[in-house]
């Protein structure tokens, strides 16, 4: 299984009373988002599934992966990887899940943590910029420490 980590896109700073769950890509971060995209096609043949986080700028950054990847009917809105959610969770959430190339969309600093639990025992401390995206490999299950990291690749490479 391949597991792919994608952080969401450039977003609108948080000015009140927009509430944080709101905020909307930047149009900066739709093109970096399409741009990084239309990069990984190069690498990725294509996703299984592609589960995102509830936050507006998560479905976002998904709509426009699913988009490039002609894949919009493999989107999955998936409340229990929202911002602050552990790796447990995670697991916990894909394990009910078959396939080969899975995505999900979520946030920082979940996503260092995520690759940090799934591919060491020891803290791994990695930047993960917008729009950015790491391949995780795995032999058998998805678990703790059984990952190999094959890739961080950030937007601008492309």
């Known amino acids: 299984m391949n597991l792919y980590l994608i952080r969401h896109s450039i977003s609108e700073k948080l000015i009140p009373p927009?509430?944080?769950?709101?905020?909307?890509?930047?149009?900066?971060?739709?093109?970096?988002?399409?741009?990084?995209?239309?990069?990984?096609?190069?690498?990725?043949?294509?996703?299984?599934?592609?589960?995102?986080?509830?936050?507006?700028?998560?479905?976002?950054?998904?709509n426009v992966i699913a988009e490039v990847f002609s894949v919009k009917e493999k989107l999955i809105r998936e409340n229990n990887i929202a911002a602050g959610c552990s790796t447990g969770s995670l697991i916990d959430v894909l394990s009910v899940y078959q396939g080969n190339n899975i995505a999900v969309v979520g946030h920082q600093p979940d996503l260092s943590n995520h690759i940090s639990n799934l591919c060491?025992?020891?803290?791994?401390?990695?930047?993960?910029?917008?729009?950015?995206?790491?391949?995780?490999?795995?032999?058998?299950?998805?678990?703790?420490?059984?990952?190999?990291?094959?890739?961080?690749?950030?937007?601008?490479a492309y």
Not at 29 to 40: N, T, Y
Not at 141 to 147: A, E, P, T, V
């Open 18 to 62: 927009k509430k944080d769950f709101e905020r909307e890509l930047t149009s900066d971060g739709i093109e970096l988002i399409k741009k990084a995209s239309e990069g990984w096609k190069k690498l990725i043949p294509s996703f299984d599934m592609i589960f995102y986080s509830p936050y507006v700028r998560a479905e976002q950054t998904a």
């Open 120 to 156: 060491s025992n020891n803290h791994l401390n990695l930047s993960f910029p917008p729009a950015a995206i790491a391949k995780i490999s795995f032999d058998g299950m998805l678990n703790f420490g059984r990952g190999r990291l094959e890739f961080l690749i950030p937007a601008e």
